[in-house]
C-alpha cells in the first residue's frame, strides 16, 4: 500500500472545510466499504461527485481516482491531481495505460474511484447525445482481473450551493462469469448491473426514471 502523503491530508481537510459548506452532504452506508482493494463504481451527474465522494471516505481509505485526461492539461493542477492520487484516462478509446495503473492500484491493497458511465450524464437524465447512458465493460474488466470488491455509489444528481448531497454506498456487486476473464459480453453485463444497482440506491433506474 501507498503511504498517504502529507499533502493529501492537508487538502482533505482543508478543502473539505469549504466543499462541506458550500456542498454539505449526507452519507449512508460506509459501513459497508471493504478496508482494502475496493472498486468504487458512482453514476456520475456533476463534476463535484469525485471530490463530494472522496471527502466522505475516510482520510486513511487510500483512494485513487480514474479521472478525465483533460483535467490534466494544466501542468500544475495536473500536478497536483498526481499527487492526490489520481490518474488521467483518456475517453473514447481503450487506454492501456490508465487501465494497467487502475490494477496496480487495486493489486497493491489500495482503492479506486471509478465513474461506469465515463462522462458526466446531467441531472439523471441517462442520455448522452441523444442515445441511453450505460457502463463501459472496463470497469468490470478491472474488477475481474484484480479481484476487486465492486462496490456501487449513489450520488444525488442535481448540485446546488448549500443543499445537502445524498451519497450512498451500497453492498458490494457480486459479478458472474464464466472461465478465469469472463466474456465481452459478460463484463457488459456486470458492468450495467452495478450501474444499476447505484441508481436503485437512489430510487432510480439506470436513465433516471424512478424505480
Known amino acids: ?13 482543508l478543502v473539505g472545510l469549504v466543499v462541506h459548506i458550500l456542498h454539505p452532504t449526507t452519507v449512508e452506508g460506509l459501513e459497508r466499504l471493504p478496508k482494502g482493494g475496493a472498486l468504487l463504481c458512482p453514476n ?25 485526461e483533460e483535467l490534466f492539461r494544466f501542468r500544475p493542477f495536473g500536478w497536483l491531481l498526481r499527487k492526490l ?3 488521467p484516462v483518456s475517453r473514447g478509446d481503450s487506454d ?15 482503492n479506486l474511484l471509478i465513474f461506469p458511465e465515463g462522462t458526466v450524464v446531467r441531472d439523471g437524465v441517462g ?27 449513489f450520488v444525488d444528481g442535481e448540485k446546488r450551493p448549500f443543499r445537502r448531497t445524498r451519497i ?7 459479478p458472474h462469469y464464466t472461465g478465469r476473464r469472463g ?15 447505484a441508481y436503485a440506491l437512489g430510487g432510480q ?4 426514471t424512478p424505480l
Open 44 to 68: 456520475h451527474s456533476s463534476n463535484w461527485d469525485p471530490v463530494l465522494v472522496a471527502l466522505r471516505l475516510p482520510v486513511n481509505y487510500r483512494l485513487h481516482v480514474m479521472a478525465k
Open 85 to 87: 492520487g489520481a490518474f
Open 127 to 153: 442520455y448522452i447525445d441523444g442515445l441511453p447512458a450505460h457502463a463501459k465493460g472496463g470497469v468490470a474488466m478491472i474488477g475481474v482481473r484484480t479481484g476487486a470488491a465492486l462496490v456501487p455509489v
Open 205 to 208: 433506474a439506470v436513465g433516471g
Open 1 to 13: 500500500m501507498r503511504p498517504i502523503s502529507f499533502l493529501y491530508v492537508i487538502a482533505y481537510y
Open 168 to 174: 450512498i454506498f451500497g453492498e458490494p456487486y457480486e
Open 96 to 110: 492501456v495505460h490508465a487501465v494497467k495503473t487502475a490494477i496496480q492500484a487495486l493489486k497493491a491493497g489500495d
Open 183 to 197: 466474456t465481452a459480453e459478460e463484463m457488459q453485463k456486470i458492468a450495467d448491473g452495478v450501474l444499476a444497482a
